[in-house]
């Protein structure tokens, strides 16, 4: 069954790990795209991918780098992680041709950083 | 810039009941994708519905319903006889084609009485 997966759906950690938040899609999806969402919360686009090697920052400043070797896995790294990083973080994909202008989103990745 | 602006940051209805979540929009560009999303608590996001806007023709999804004013850049959601499981955060969405970027709106919560 085609779908979109993060791992780990909850994450606790202490302030200056370095973390690294999985995403892999199976619907052989170009595109790709992280999302920083606090609780209830409006969406904010903080990377994003058109395709392998291909990655670009969002409208939302980050301190997380992201890299697409591989089509179907995004991962998005914290070199050093914060307070100011706890969050939610969702990954979401779309294909290549209409009628996929949508967004497939994966359950998200819930992140505290103490 | 493209904005989407959703005015009912919560709204109530009761149980079977219909309601209508607003949501507008600012563009230069003539042909484009609209969505809803809908958020369950702590669930993954999922697509309600979708609507080409070069289509007259409002778009329908079983209870979910649109309404599409173009020329007023208005595309509301009607939820018929709404179910304790419609409780969610709902947002309206706007596919970017220059960019591929899908620009959401805040979000209205949606809250179901029993």
């Known amino acids: 069954e085609a779908d979109i997966y993060q791992t780990p759906r909850y994450l606790v950690i202490g302030t200056g790990k370095k973390i690294t938040l999985e995403c892999s899609q199976t619907m052989g999806h170009d595109k790709m795209y992280w999302y920083q969402q606090d609780p209830g919360m409006e969406l904010h686009l903080i990377h994003y991918s058109y395709g392998v090697n291909s990655t670009e920052k969002g409208d939302l400043s980050s301190e997380s780098t992201v890299s697409r070797i591989r089509t179907e896995h995004f991962p998005l790294t914290l070199e050093s992680a914060r307070p100011s990083h706890t969050s939610q973080y969702l990954c979401?994909?779309?294909?290549?041709?209409?009628?996929?202008?949508?967004?497939?989103f994966g359950p998200g990745t819930r992140l505290t950083v103490t | 810039a493209q904005t989407v602006t959703q005015s009912q940051p919560e709204m109530s209805v009761q149980e079977a009941e219909t309601v209508t979540l607003s949501c507008t929009y600012d563009t230069s560009e003539s042909d484009y994708y609209l969505f809803w999303y809908k958020q369950p608590p702590s669930r993954q996001m999922i697509l309600v519905i979708r609507q080409e806007a070069y289509k007259q023709q409002n778009a329908t999804e079983n209870r979910f319903s649109v309404n599409f004013q173009k020329a007023a850049k208005s595309f509301s959601l009607k939820i018929s006889d709404s179910q304790l499981g419609d409780a969610a955060m709902y947002f309206c969405?706007?596919?970017?084609?220059?960019?591929?970027?899908?620009?959401f709106g805040k979000g209205t919560r949606l809250h179901i009485l029993p």
């Open positions: 979401a994909s779309s294909g290549r041709q209409e009628p996929s202008y949508e967004q497939y």
């Open positions: 969405a706007y596919h970017q084609n220059r960019d591929d970027k899908i620009i």
